[in-house]
Nanobody, 120 residues
Framework: VQLVESGGGFVQSGGSLRLSCSASGDISRISAMGWYRQAPGEQRELVARIHVAGLTTYGDSVKARFTISRGSAENMVYLQMNSLKPEDTAVYYC???????????????WGQGTQVTVAS
């Protein structure tokens, strides 16, 4: 599975950005896709995740501001980020969870990351 992100950039506090992620390869076994972020000196953290059944999960710091969605093509996932804050500044990574067997853990695939910078 290969993941390619786009849509990062620079924005003023309170602004919006939309990230896109395109998955290719053996996408039929992807059970969930999501976004994680990592700021300098910090651990990578969950931003949002969407299961193929539609269930969504958000990190506490982005609830009510960010929305994850899947495109009409099942290989696309989007992250709409509104009311951005300087603390949202990070590299954002697209993630795909690849299902193998019911007893084995999923395999995580990652994109190369896209920088989001929010100025105060």
């Amino acid at each position: 599975v290969q993941l390619v992100e786009s849509g990062g950039g620079f924005v003023q506090s309170g602004g919006s950005l939309r990230l896109s992620c395109s998955a290719s390869g053996d996408i039929s076994r992807i059970s969930a896709m999501g976004w994680y972020r990592q700021a300098p000196g910090e651990q990578r953290e969950l931003v949002a995740r969407i299961h193929v059944a539609g269930l969504t999960t958000y990190g506490d710091s982005v609830k009510a501001r960010f929305t994850i969605s899947r495109g009409s093509a099942e290989n696309m996932v989007y992250l709409q980020m509104n009311s951005l804050k300087p603390e949202d500044t990070a590299v954002y990574y697209c993630n795909a969870e690849y299902f193998t067997t019911p007893i084995d853990p999923v395999i995580h695939y990652w994109g190369q990351g896209t920088q989001v910078t929010v100025a105060s």
